[in-house]
């Protein structure tokens, strides 16, 4: 068998995390991106894709290298409860065994960046991303901070990490987490912090000490879209990443950025996601000797969720992507039904009307000049 061109991590067990019915963040929306990831691609050639289908929880050292050993105590005594806690101000709550299965998702990042690492090819790991957890407390639905400690895992084998965030909400855990390293470049485009949580993530922010300059922050007003998102991602990523070089990159695919979201007010559609992917492979081919992790994240319209993830693992193993018109298979749209009690979409693509969008020409000229002043690198057009 030919070497995958793409590996997956997937593990029922992550199904495991969760908050219960009535939270907004389920797994359940990534296994069915997973499972349509698998349909999709059964008729490619043998091994397009590798599997990972069984994951430890990661131990507790793991954890430590983000998180305070207070904070992993706190996470491990509510775990044992039968009552729910709250883990944070207000939308993280505890569950039971709820330490272990966080510590599985970071597992899964970890093992989804050896294979990277190890291979030269991009991993999969669409049930993490939880970008919020900061090193001593959950946030915003997430209790151990899995892509954090995947940075972590690479700084500690002497690699240089470029993070891209394209999450709905700031990347606050990661973004702050790595603040003052100058190995860590991160890039994160997210709605406008002053209309969403965490409220942070401004153009001001630019990194400390040995991290100074390396943070970039593109914030977009509600209604922002793929005319927001494309210009800049392609304006700014590439650039920065070649000026700092990485021996790795990490991508946050969240899809609450997607139109129709429950949670956040963007209106990106499955184009850009797509695009976005296929300019960060080619950076990864062209920098990184094709080391490339991607998480999942934030998504809270599973139709979205399901179907762009889903794409994305098309994509970084270099498969054909499915037309917007293409049916979806019966027995997927089945499974959808089942878990989520509404008719599942029937093809790959929606078509909607989309709200008109704030953003114009001058708002993109205004956002890079404010980064080209505070991080000191031209960002030109390419
Ligand atoms: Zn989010």
Known sequence: MTTARAHVVWSERFLDYDFGPH?????SSRGLASQLLEAAASSAPAGSLGWTRSVKVADRPTLETF????????????SGLAKQLLLDTGDTPSFPGCYEASARLVQGAIEALENTLEHGRPAFHPAGGLHHAHPQRASGFCIFNDVAIAVAHALQKGHRVAYIDIDAHHGDGVMYGFYDSGRVLDIDFHQDGRTLFPGTGFP????????????ANLPFPPGAG???LLPTFRRVVPTLLRQFRP?????????DGHFGDEIAHLQYSPKAYAEVDRVVLALARELTHGRLLVTGGGGYRAESVSRVLAR?????????????????PSAWRKEFH???GREAPATWGDAVELDPSPWTDADEQNLVAQLESKLGEKLSVP
């Open 23 to 27: 939270h907004p963040f389920t797994e």
């Open 67 to 78: 998180h305070r050993a207070e904070y992993l105590d706190f996470v491990e005594s509510a």
């Open 204 to 215: 001001h922010e630019v990194g400390r000490g040995d991290g100074a300059g390396l943070k």
């Open 226 to 228: 793929d005319e927001a």
């Open 247 to 255: 021996d790795v990159i990490v991508l946050q695919h969240s899809v």
């Open 312 to 328: 994305t693992g098309l994509i970084l193993a270099g498969l054909p992507e499915p037309p917007e018109h293409a049916p979806l």
């Open 338 to 340: 089942t878990t989520f």
